[in-house]
């Protein structure tokens, strides 16, 4: 079992930045692709952005293009979302999620495993 862990959420004002992180304690994820979902109160959870192991590849929802980065250490085994120019529809619970698969079969329900979850709101 890998147990992921993120952190960084917090309330922010619209038009303000946040990074996420998400480190797995006492594993070392070699191999995973990663990626960030999330889940707004009454609604489904939705991707975010994925990134390959090797870093090379990325992903991301049309929602956010242009506005949010992933980004992975693998030295550090920490996994990035930096989040410019927020929005108050991008308030939502934020999970980390990691699979030992491709960046769009972990789209399509890939993840083997989750995090807890981190809560960002975002003000108008």
């Known amino acids: 079992q890998v147990q992921l862990v993120e952190s960084g959420g917090g309330l922010v004002q619209a038009g303000g930045s946040l990074r996420l992180s998400c480190t797995a304690p006492?594993?070392?994820?070699?191999?995973?692709?990663m990626t960030w979902f999330r889940q707004a109160p009454g609604k489904e959870r939705e991707f975010v952005a994925a990134i390959s192991w090797s870093g090379d590849e990325t992903s991301f929802a049309d929602s956010v293009k242009g506005r949010f980065t992933i980004s992975k250490d693998n030295a550090k085994n920490t996994l990035y979302l930096q989040m410019n120019s927020l929005k108050p529809e991008d308030t939502a619970v934020y999970y980390c999620?990691?699979?030992?698969?491709?960046?769009?079969?972990?789209?399509?329900?890939?993840?083997?495993?989750w995090g807890k979850g981190t809560q960002v709101t975002v003000s108008s």
């Open positions: 006492g594993r070392v994820l070699t191999g995973y692709a």
């Open positions: 999620g990691a699979g030992r698969s491709t960046i769009q079969s972990l789209k399509m329900g890939g993840v083997e495993y």
